[in-house]
């Protein structure tokens, strides 16, 4: 298991259950910011969305999270709703992400939009149609926000290639670059 777990899960969900969804999308989106930032030293800076906005303009209000390596930006749109995104959630992301590409030509720009539940079909087909690679990494309508934190840094561990240690210094995940 990745260090993003929380030994307290269960306080945590007692906790969520009395949140309205909006502080619940805040409480989400803060610990996905507190994982991306343990793993600061593999990135070059990590924004999130007022910085995104500020740095790229208001119109790519699309983005919760942006993380930039030498080689690689990397969009995250988070979402921890009870239904399937929309098309339109989607395209709106898209379009940000694209902007963002522009701005960076020599960069890989890859879209992670994370979510509950998987995105529409619709949805689905427009994140792998896109000129940006884009992946939708979900919890398959589990409320459980560690688990799909942990999937997003197995995500990071793949791209990046960081590669975990037993204490015998035996490697217990190696995983290649998929974006060579």
């Not at 690679?133 to 409320?143: M, R």
């Not at 037993?166 to 290649?176: A, G, L, P, Q, T």
Request: hydrophobic share 35%; net charge neutral.
């Amino acid at each position: 298991m990745l260090a993003v777990c929380n030994k307290d899960r269960h306080f945590d969900d007692e906790v969520e259950k009395t949140l309205t969804p909006q502080a619940i999308g805040r409480l989400f989106d803060d610990k996905v910011n507190k994982a991306l930032n343990s793993y600061l030293r593999y990135f070059d800076f990590i924004l999130i969305e007022k910085e995104v906005k500020s740095k790229y303009g208001v119109h790519n209000s699309g983005i919760d999270h942006l993380v930039s390596t030498g080689k690689y930006i990397l969009c995250i749109q988070c979402k921890l709703e009870n239904t399937h995104s929309p098309i339109g959630k989607v395209n709106h992301f898209l379009m940000c992400i694209n902007n963002i590409a522009k701005k960076h030509p020599e960069k890989k720009c890859i879209g992670i939009y994370l979510s509950k539940l998987p995105v529409s079909g619709p949805s689905e087909k427009a994140l792998s149609t896109n000129d940006i690679d884009s992946i939708n990494i979900h919890n398959n309508g589990s409320d459980d926000m560690n688990s799909l934190i942990e999937k997003l840094l197995v995500f990071f561990h793949y791209v990046f290639r960081i590669y975990s240690y037993e204490y015998d210094e035996s490697i217990i995940m190696r995983y290649s670059d998929l974006w060579n």
